[in-house]
Antibody, heavy 120, light 106 residues
């Protein structure tokens, strides 16, 4: 089973930027859609963004559109989330999750999460 | 975006109980619905996909049903390990929305 390991979280001031990474343990990474999901402490799950297996297609939640950019490097088996113009409401644990090889797949594997705190 | 509404938000139950959680979509999603279990401090894990298909390794006491806009997760006989929060998620649209969660506690 694929292992996903997020990194890059931390404390950032409002208006600042941060880049999250998600390293996959398997070379099959390039075959799968990938997603970012976040969870505000004590609250529910919110889907953030997705990217197709070859990186050609991306989608964002309305609340992050224009501020966040998802990307991937299949040669490095790594997914990224570039976050800018961060707000207090972006404070959350960010999970990467593996979808399937196409559109109609649930999230079969998840990372352990990385905490992003936006505060002055 | 497609809105997902779960009920109840909290459910108190005992070991051995049959537990039912409902999820409603704001528009038809066919059978493109998944259920996840999450325990405190842990990532979610996939239980059910395509509304009624049991994911590999998930105990058979978990089952799912429904299509269109109404879906159900049933735990046939609640076990101590099942006390957790459960989320439904639609994957009919590019924006994969989750329900607000149902916490199952003692």
């Amino acid at each position: 089973e694929v292992q996903l390991l997020e990194s890059g979280g931390g404390l950032v001031q409002p208006g600042g930027s941060l880049r999250l990474s998600c390293a996959a343990s398997e070379s099959t990474f390039s075959s799968y859609w990938m997603h970012w999901v976040r969870q505000t402490p004590g609250k529910g799950l919110m889907w953030v963004s997705r990217i197709s297996s070859d990186g050609s297609g991306t989608t964002y939640a309305d609340s992050v559109k224009g501020r966040f950019t998802i990307s991937r490097d299949n040669a490095k088996n790594t997914l990224y989330l570039q976050m800018s113009s961060l707000r207090a409401e972006d404070t959350a644990v960010y999970y990467c999750a593996r979808g399937g090889g196409g559109y109609y797949y649930a999230f079969e594997s998840w990372g352990q999460g990385t905490l992003v705190t936006v505060s002055s | 975006d497609i809105q997902m509404t779960q009920s109840p938000s909290t459910l108190s139950a005992s070991v051995g109980d049959r537990v039912t959680i409902t999820c409603r979509a704001s528009q038809s999603i066919s059978s493109w619905l998944a259920w996840y279990q999450q325990k405190p401090g842990k990532a979610p894990i996939l239980l059910i996909y395509k509304a009624s298909s049991l994911y590999s390794g998930v105990p058979s006491r978990f089952s799912g049903s429904g299509s269109g806009t109404e879906f159900t997760l049933i735990i046939s006989s609640l076990q101590p390990d099942d006390f957790a929060t459960y989320y439904c998620q639609q994957y009919s649209s590019y924006s994969r929305t989750f329900g607000q969660g149902t916490k199952v506690d003692i």
